[in-house]
T-cell receptor, first 114, second 114 residues
Framework: AQSVTQLGSHVSVSEGALVLLRCNYS??????LFWYVQYPNQGLQLLLK??????LVKGINGFEAEFKKSETSFHLTKPSAHMSDAAEYFC????????????FGQGTTLQVKP | DAGVIQSPRHEVTEMGQEVTLRCKPI?????LFWYRQTMMRGLELLIY????????DSGMPEDRFSAKMPNASFSTLKIQPSEPRDSAVYFC????????????FGSGTRLTVV
């Protein structure tokens, strides 16, 4: 069965510093991978997704993620953090069997310090 | 597209009362998901429907919870009777197709049971 592990429930960075949020997955089939962001008091919004092809995926707000099959990882990065990036971030993998369901990680809260 | 629409945005009710949460998925989407989010347990999948049919309700916490999808454009999540521990944010999401590529969340309903 598919699963997603996000390493670190809380990450704190200074404004302007590199953001790195870690995600590892397990999947019995080639995965479709996603990152979602949730700002306070809002729903989850899609940041980026990997389906096939280029393993480095660019998303909104300057975020990108790289699919590494050998490491079963899909880490999210941003070169320079902005205060507005403070939010909760969820990694997800599509469930095998074409159910249309996504399996979500437990989430990582990103704090950005001035 | 108006996105996934949930109502009400906020609900405050007394313990023992019936609560009904509503969701209108994106037109054309064939899968619908109900989630609950709390600080303690994170994001939990309660139930999901495919083509209006409940596929997996293993996440429904108790018999007090029930969900229906009478047609492709409407779903309800009912709690009867409600308890304080049901206080949470409830999200609805919809998607089209087998791989979750169009997974879209609503803004959620914040339920407080006093």
């Amino acid at each position: 069965a598919q699963s997603v592990t996000q390493l670190g429930s809380h990450v704190s960075v200074s404004e302007g510093a590199l953001v790195l949020l870690r995600c590892n997955y397990s999947s019995s089939v080639p995965p479709y991978l996603f990152w979602y962001v949730q700002y306070p008091n809002q729903g989850l919004q899609l940041l980026l997704k990997y389906t096939t092809g280029a393993t480095l995926v660019k998303g909104i707000n300057g975020f990108e993620a790289e699919f590494k099959k050998s490491e079963t990882s899909f880490h999210l990065t941003k070169p320079s953090a902005h205060m507005s990036d403070a939010a909760e971030y969820f990694c997800a993998v599509s469930e095998a069997g074409n159910t249309g369901k996504l399996i979500f990680g437990q989430g990582t809260t990103l704090q950005v310090k001035p | 597209d108006a996105g996934v629409i949930q109502s009400p945005r906020h609900e405050v009710t007394e313990m023992g009362q019936e609560v009904t949460l509503r969701c209108k998925p994106i037109s054309g989407h064939n899968s619908l998901f109900w989630y609950r989010q709390t600080m303690m347990r994170g994001l939990e999948l309660l139930i999901y429907f495919n083509n209006n049919v409940p596929i997996d309700d293993s996440g429904m916490p108790e018999d007090r919870f029930s969900a229906k999808m009478p047609n492709a454009s409407f779903s309800t999540l009912k709690i009867q009777p409600s308890e304080p521990r049901d206080s949470a944010v409830y999200f609805c999401a919809s998607s089209l197709g087998p791989n979750g590529l169009s997974y879209t969340f609503g803004s959620g309903t914040r339920l407080t049971v006093v």
